[in-house]
Every structure is written in C-alpha cells, then in structure tokens.
C-alpha cells in the first residue's frame, strides 16, 4: 500500500529517476539495468489504469484501424518498451561515466547522410538540427559532440539533479545546453547558429507550441496552427535545417538526416519536419514515446485552429 502511494505522487519520469535507481545506472551492466527499469515500468503502470488508457487512446487515435485488434496488442506491447528504453537512455546518457557513454556511441551509432553535417562543419556556417521525442535522442547531442560536429540543444530538465550532471558533463566536451525555462531562448539559439554551432531543438512538444492565428499545418491528417518558434528560427538565422532522427535498429542505432526545404518566409519548419516525421511514426510507432498525452494535447490543439477559423 505504501507503494501504491508513493508512486501516485509522482509521473513516470520522476518514478524511474529515483535515487536508487540512479545510483545504479552508474554500476549495473547495460543488459540488467535496461531490464530493471524495465520491470519497473511495468510495475508503475500496473497500478496507473487511467494512464494506461491514455496510451492505449492515442496510439488508436492516430493509427486508427490499419492494424487488427491482435496486431494493434503487440504494437502497444512494443510501445511500452520503448518508453522505457527512453529512460534507459536518459539514465545511461547522464550517470553512466563520460567515457564509457561515448565509447559505447563510437561502437553503436551509424549515420545516413552525414554529407549535410560534413559540409556545415567544412564551411564553419551554423544550422538548425530538429528533432523529435523519438529512438534513443537522448544520446543525440552527445554523439554529434564526440564526432566534433558542435552542438547545442535546447532541453526541458526534469529534476534539478539531472539538470546539474548533464551541465556538468557537457561542460567537459563541446557540447552547449539552453534551458528551455530560462529566459531568452531564441536569443541564445541564435547566437548558437551565428557562432558555427547546429542548433538541435524537439518539434513534438505540443504543450510549449506557440500558435500561429494564420497559418496552420496537417498533422495525422487533422488542421493545427503552426508552432510559431521553429520558424521565427528559421526567418532570423536562415540557417540549413534538416530532421535528424536516431533510431533504434538491430544491432545499435542511425542517425537518419533528412534535409528540409526551406528557402522561403512561406515555408513552415514545422510542417516540413512533420511531413517527416509522421512517415517514421506511422513505421515505427513504438520508438515516439510521447503517446500517454498526446491525443489530448493534439485534440486541444484542433479545436484552437478550428476557433481560429470562426
């Protein structure tokens, strides 16, 4: 009993960054300890009914019927695991040593279509990277570090713990962290681009968009306003913008780099990733692990285009 109401007080980010669990991802092999928070995942939603139905909801809400009931159980099976494989990730990202992490992404990443990267660095000129709650991003920014690509990402920081060690740990590479909570973001993310560095900012945060009244985009086949900050981003530093995604595969992770058109003040950043990154979603469901709230974020959002319509 005494579980079941510690738990509730907390959301599943915050469950599976407990203390303990955070003094092991320093110790544990990888195999067990991506097992263990495993066994724990399954253990906060065992108890979590109405967050489970939340999952359940808005994997249906977008994948409709493309699937039988069967196929629809296994894809939600899969998802499970690969919300908790983000927080292996994000555990293994920020507590593991810097040198075991790096060299563990050395042996385990790939890249397609790193011509768009090389030619940013030959030129010294700086670009926008946008990416996604998707695959193993937390070891994005990292990676791109360690192969002297130069990036700076704005992030959201869970607890002031993580928030710490990860400003730490970057601190000791070339890699440059903005919080997304602080003030003057778009300022710094500009400065970033204009001092040669690749600007990596998430596109799926549908809670921190801010809405444009005139133009809207489709996303999963419905109208939305457009999120006004990738392309204020992009107006002001004309800068090269791709998708990059890293995805889990077989035998470790690719960073796919996908180059965005976007030459004029009439394109939509936005829209450009999500025409993307939807092609992913629909593929790979199980590897977006911004699921539990989503339909309820998204359908806020329709109805606020369709206000702006009247």
Same mark, same amino acid.
């Given at each position: 009993?005494?579980?079941?109401?510690?738990?509730?007080?907390?959301?599943?980010?915050?469950?599976?960054?407990?203390? *303990?669990?955070?003094?092991l !991802?320093?110790?544990?092999?990888?195999? #067990?300890?991506?097992?263990?928070?495993?066994?724990?995942?399954?253990?906060?939603?065992s108890?979590?009914r109405?967050?489970?139905?939340?999952l359940?909801?808005?994997?249906?809400?977008?994948?409709?019927?493309?699937?039988?009931?069967?196929?629809?159980?296994?894809?939600l099976?899969?998802? +499970?695991?690969g919300i908790?494989?983000?927080? +292996?990730?994000?555990?293994?990202?920020? $507590?593991r040593?810097? *040198?075991? #992490?790096? !060299?563990?992404?050395?042996?385990? #990443?790939?890249?397609?279509?790193?011509?768009?990267?090389?030619?940013?660095?030959?030129?010294k000129?700086?670009?926008?990277?946008?990416? !996604?709650?998707?695959?193993?991003?937390?070891?994005?920014?990292?990676?791109?570090?360690?192969?002297?690509?130069r990036?700076?990402m704005?992030?959201?920081?869970?607890?002031?713990?993580?928030?710490?060690?990860?400003?730490?740990?970057?601190?000791?590479?070339?890699?440059?962290?903005?919080?997304?909570?602080?003030?003057?973001?778009? $300022?710094?993310?500009?400065? /970033?681009?204009?001092?040669?560095?690749?600007?990596i900012?998430?596109c799926?945060?549908?809670?921190?968009?801010? *809405?444009c009244?005139?133009?809207?985009?489709?996303?999963?086949?419905?109208?939305?306003p457009?999120?006004?900050?990738?392309?204020?981003?992009?107006?002001?530093?004309? /800068?090269?913008?791709?998708?990059?995604?890293?995805?889990? #595969?077989?035998?470790?992770?690719?960073?796919?780099?996908?180059?965005?058109?976007?030459?004029d003040?009439?394109?939509?950043?936005?829209? /450009?990733?999500?025409?993307?990154?939807?092609? +992913?979603? +629909?593929? $790979? *469901?199980e590897?977006?692990y911004?699921?539990?709230?989503?339909?309820?974020? $998204?359908?806020r959002?329709?109805?606020?285009?369709?206000?702006?319509?009247?």
């Amino acid at each position: 009993m005494k579980f079941r109401l510690s738990s509730e007080r907390k959301d599943l980010s915050k469950f599976l960054q407990a203390e *303990p669990n955070t003094f092991l !991802a320093r110790f544990l092999p990888f195999s #067990v300890y991506r097992h263990y928070l495993s066994l724990l995942g399954f253990c906060y939603f065992s108890i979590r009914r109405q967050e489970r139905k939340r999952l359940s909801k808005s994997l249906r809400f977008v994948l409709g019927r493309r699937f039988s009931r069967m196929k629809f159980r296994h894809i939600l099976y899969k998802t +499970y695991f690969g919300i908790f494989e983000h927080y +292996y990730e994000k555990m293994i990202n920020a $507590y593991r040593s810097l *040198p075991k #992490v790096t !060299a563990y992404l050395k042996d385990n #990443v790939s890249i397609s279509n790193k011509d768009w990267l090389d030619e940013l660095n030959e030129t010294k000129r700086g670009g926008i990277l946008v990416t !996604a709650h998707f695959g193993a991003v937390e070891y994005l920014p990292l990676y791109l570090s360690v192969k002297n690509y130069r990036p700076t990402m704005i992030v959201r920081f869970k607890t002031d713990k993580l928030r710490n060690i990860l400003t730490y740990k970057s601190g000791l590479v070339d890699l440059e962290l903005i919080d997304a909570d602080n003030e003057n973001v778009i $300022y710094k993310a500009l400065t /970033a681009i204009r001092n040669g560095r690749i600007l990596i900012t998430l596109c799926d945060e549908v809670k921190n968009w801010r *809405p444009c009244k005139t133009k809207t985009m489709f996303i999963f086949g419905q109208p939305v306003p457009c999120d006004r900050t990738l392309d204020i981003l992009f107006r002001r530093s004309k /800068a090269p913008c791709c998708l990059g995604l890293m995805q889990r #595969v077989k035998n470790g992770y690719n960073l796919s780099i996908d180059p965005l058109d976007g030459k004029d003040d009439d394109t939509s950043l936005t829209e /450009a990733a999500w025409s993307i990154l939807e092609r +992913y979603i +629909y593929r $790979y *469901p199980e590897q977006w692990y911004q699921w539990p709230n989503f339909e309820t974020e $998204y359908t806020r959002y329709v109805m606020l285009s369709e206000s702006y319509a009247n």
